[in-house]
T-cell receptor, first 117, second 109 residues
């Protein structure tokens, strides 16, 4: 089946630093990747849609200068949380959709838990 | 905008059947998906309805009525491992998924 990985699985950083999260599709080419954020006991909130080779499309209220997304290849998208603050602590999850998988299905990565001190 | 409503919590016993409803208001509706998420884990895909009717996948079934903007997930022969959060998600015609707030299912012995 289609497998999506994320790295790191968890990260703790100091306030003001930047953190990069990688999302990789391991056995298919992901033409589109999505980034979500989930706070405890809450739903997944779509942050942005990332298409290979083009700029990401951000959802309303998501700061594009704070959450930098790069989709440099068909198997890799990165999310960089710049100048992280404690309120950015959350569970960040990516998903991928590609040409080899069902159009209607997004495959999710295992998530990255970010804690900002 | 888009909004989805589903119950916040459901409790049932092992072996029982439970139905989790989802109503939605959306523009550009393409389909309704269901995802399961265990504590600390990532969502896993359960089912998808693009057309009206029932889709069956093992112990899980999902139903959609586009005219009523309504769907449900039916879980049969409940097992303890089914205790998790269940999310309905609307897929728009742009391919985005908008998730409901989730239903926490607790299965008791």
């Amino acid at each position: 089946g289609a497998v999506v990985s994320q790295h790191p699985s968890w990260v703790i950083c100091k306030s003001g630093t930047s953190v990069k999260i990688e999302c990789r599709s391991l056995d298919f080419q992901a033409t589109t990747m999505f980034w979500y954020r989930q706070f405890p006991k809450q739903s997944l909130m779509l942050m942005a849609t990332s298409n290979e080779g083009s700029k990401a499309t951000y959802e309303q209220g998501v700061e594009k200068d704070k959450f930098l997304i790069n989709h440099a290849s068909l198997t890799l998208s990165t999310l960089t949380v710049t100048s992280a603050h404690p309120e950015d602590s959350s569970f960040y999850i990516c998903s991928a959709r590609g040409d080899r998988v069902s159009y209607n299905e997004q495959f999710f990565g295992p998530g990255t838990r970010l804690t900002v001190l | 905008g888009q909004s989805l409503e589903q119950p916040s919590e459901v409790t049932a016993v092992e072996g029982a059947i439970v139905q989790i409803n989802c109503t939605y208001q959306t523009s550009g509706f393409y389909g309704l998906s269901w995802y399961q998420q265990h504590d600390g884990g990532a969502p896993t895909f359960l089912s998808y309805n693009g057309l009206d009717g029932l889709e069956e996948t093992g112990r899980f079934s999902s139903f959609l009525s586009r005219s009523d903007s309504y769907g449900y997930l039916l879980l049969q022969e409940l097992q303890m491992k089914d205790s998790a959060s269940y999310f309905c998600a609307v897929e728009s015609n742009t391919g985005k998924l908008i998730f409901g707030q989730g239903t926490t299912l607790q299965v008791k012995p």
